[in-house]
T-cell receptor, first 116, second 112 residues
Framework: NAGVTQTPKFQVLKTGQSMTLQCAQDMNHEYMSWYRQDPGMGLRLIHYSVGAGITDQGEVPNGYNVSRSTTEDFPLRLLSAAPSQTSVYFC???????????????FGSGTRLTVV | RKEVEQDPGPFNVPEGATVAFNCTYSNSASQSFFWYRQDCRKEPKLLMSVYSSGNEDGRFTAQLNRASQYISLLIRDSKLSDSATYLCVVNRPGGGYQKVTFGTGTKLQVIP
């Protein structure tokens, strides 16, 4: 059982380049999300999806796009990388457990992105 | 006031000690609460959910105080392997089951 798989683990980009961070889960979770984690700022939500074909913006969506064509995959695209996007990116997934809550998030192992 | 607040620490405790962290939340309508642990340069991992009646898992006990709007995590008989950052997570009412706010974490260092 792989859980949530993120690739790549490390990436260095030049300003203006684009790239896609991959995220796949094999737990049939309906909810998937992307977070970035910066020192002193905690985890901030970039984009999320509550099911295939449905996506929405989080707190810090600018400069990122997502799509959810299948339940399993939720790629994050950086359109034109900027140094401010240097961060650690985590993909997370979960499913509802009823009564307005969920089972807790399962996180991928993260992507450390540096934009120079 | 921040939605979720945690003392960043670090809490430096000797092996075998008991340590407790609190996490305060601002929205009294919040219904679900979690504790995660995050090791250095790793992903957060779910430690436990926090129920109204409290929750215990081995050396770890989580409690909810609705009147004062905080959750707590108690670790008994601390081990070196407990050294990590502990994140509290609180749901955002009215936003769907998935909408949560993460605290910035409390760092614990267990000393030999």
């Amino acid at each position: 059982n792989a859980g949530v798989t993120q690739t790549p683990k490390f990436q260095v980009l030049k300003t203006g380049q684009s790239m896609t961070l991959q995220c796949a889960q094999d737990m049939n979770h309906e909810y998937m999300s992307w977070y970035r984690q910066d020192p002193g700022m905690g985890l901030r939500l970039i984009h999320y999806s509550v099911g295939a074909g449905i996506t929405d913006q989080g707190e810090v969506p600018n400069g990122y796009n997502v799509s959810r064509s299948t339940t399993e995959d939720f790629p994050l695209r950086l359109l034109s990388a900027a140094p401010s996007q240097t961060s650690v990116y985590f993909c997370a997934s979960t499913s509802p457990s009823g009564q307005g809550t969920h089972y807790g998030y399962t996180f991928g192992s993260g992507t450390r992105l540096t934009v120079v | 006031r921040k939605e979720v607040e945690q003392d960043p620490g670090p809490f430096n405790v000797p092996e075998g000690a008991t340590v407790a962290f609190n996490c305060t939340y601002s929205n009294s309508a919040s219904q679900s609460f979690f504790w995660y642990r995050q090791d250095c340069r790793k992903e957060p991992k779910l430690l436990m959910s926090v129920y109204s009646s409290g929750n215990e898992d081995g050396r770890f006990t989580a409690q909810l105080n609705r009147a004062s709007q905080y959750i707590s995590l108690l670790i008994r008989d601390s081990k070196l392997s407990d050294s990590a950052t502990y994140l509290c997570v609180v749901n955002r009412p009215g936003g769907g089951y998935q909408k949560v706010t993460f605290g910035t974490g409390t760092k614990l260092q267990v000393i030999p």
